[in-house]
């Protein structure tokens, strides 16, 4: 439902495939369809493999069981970017220590049965191929609904929702929607925990496009929908909590610096700065900040181990606070130039992408100053 929900967002089919196509799954076929519920419209996506029994929503292949070294092998070996591999790993490495916690066993024994079949791998990395096209900032979720009842599963009957589900909403906003099915299952709970930055009353925001993805039960007393409303935040402030990860080094050369800093921006850092530093023994050297979503702070730890000489990472939660933003095309004398668009307590502000003005730049054999002055001269009032 999530995948589908961004596909009628706008993300296209043929774009996701040709993602998708990336892992190697095997052979399966993605069945995308306009549906309704309640006089609603939206879109049903399938996964429909030689396993899938005829009628089925999904596919479950249950002799296919996969553990977490095994996606994430399978995941790792893609041509897929790294922000999307880190964030689907991610949400499969949440799974995992939940079903770990739950069965009392190491992650390394855990096996996720329905989760390793192809259809829920579609689901969590093709979440992630659609949300980094949309190239989504940060996401909100409105207060969990939970169905109740019992499900049926490879552990045998389980009550609704089911422990790993419970787990991984330990913390966030959830209220019984009197419905006996289960409404949230183990991936869904592993998607939104992992993605979400918080939950609640939907923030002041001016709305652009809306997307249903439809479930394959019907319920009489509610449409079973997930709605999905993209939109650019409104408030001149934001607030929400991220960490920072510090590590000080003395013996790295500025090549390796470099190259830790991409790695550490394409593993999903939301900010990576080195600072000089005066450090013991009277070394110079420097120190590297990090800034971090609260998910990613482990996996950005370990990527600060592997591609810099540190040999400690020190993190410390804090809260930011950022204006909302998006992105627009400004027309200058000289041509088209992409900025972002600041929303301030004094209005808009309107900034240039500096790649986009550096290849203009080069284009036209001029200074980048020039290239700043004709951005500025065309920006709409209220240009920085």
Do not use: W
Not at 22 to 50: F, Q
Not at 92 to 97: G, H, K, Q, S, V
Not at 204 to 215: E, H, K, L, S, T
Not at 319 to 339: F, P
Request: proline letters at 5%; hydrophobic letters at 45%; charged letters at 20%.
């Amino acid at each position: 439902m999530t995948l589908a929900a961004l596909i009628d967002l706008g993300v296209p089919a043929k774009h996701l495939r040709a993602e998708l196509a990336k892992l190697c799954l095997g052979t399966y076929r993605l069945e995308i369809r306009g549906a309704m519920r309640h006089g609603i419209a939206g879109k049903s996506l399938r996964v429909i493999t030689s396993a899938t029994p005829k009628g089925r929503h999904h596919s479950r292949d249950q002799h296919h069981q996969r553990n977490l070294a095994d996606i994430e092998k399978m995941i790792g070996r893609s041509t897929l970017s790294e922000h999307v591999k880190a964030r689907s790993i991610a949400v499969f490495e949440r799974l995992a220590t939940a079903e770990a916690a739950v069965h009392r066993r190491k992650i390394s024994e855990v096996h996720f049965h329905e989760v390793g079949a192809v259809d829920s791998i579609v689901d969590i990395v093709g979440t992630m191929i659609a949300l980094a096209f949309l190239d989504v900032q940060e996401i909100f979720a409105s207060a969990v609904a939970l169905g109740s009842g019992f499900v049926t599963c490879a552990h045998g009957t389980l009550p609704v929702p089911a422990p790993a589900t419970v787990r991984m909403l330990k913390g966030i906003p959830v209220y019984d929607s009197g419905i006996r099915a289960e409404l949230v299952t183990p991936t869904g709970a592993a998607l939104i925990s992992t993605i979400a930055s918080g939950f609640g009353a939907m923030p002041a925001m001016r709305m652009q496009a809306v997307g249903y993805g439809v479930g394959s039960r019907e319920h009489d007393a509610l449409p079973n929908m997930l709605r999905v409303i993209r939109g650019d935040l409104q408030a001149p402030c934001a607030n929400d909590n991220v960490f920072i990860l510090e590590a000080t080094i003395d013996d790295m050369s500025p090549e390796v610096a470099g190259f830790a800093m991409e790695q550490l921006l394409e593993c999903g850092a939301l900010d990576v700065v080195f600072i000089p530093a005066q450090m013991k023994k009277n070394r110079p050297g420097l120190l590297l900040s990090v800034v971090s979503l609260p998910a990613d702070r482990h996996r950005l730890a370990s990527a600060i181990l592997e591609h810099t000489t540190t040999a400690g990472v020190r993190m410390q939660p804090a809260e930011r606070m950022t204006l909302a933003r998006e992105t627009a095309v400004v027309k200058t004398s000289l041509g088209s130039l992409r900025a972002k668009v600041l929303y301030g307590p004094q209005g808009k502000r309107y900034v240039p992408e500096y790649e986009a003005c550096a290849q203009l730049a080069r284009k036209k054999k001029l200074t980048l100053r020039e290239v700043y002055e004709a951005f500025y001269a065309a920006a709409p009032a209220g240009g920085n």
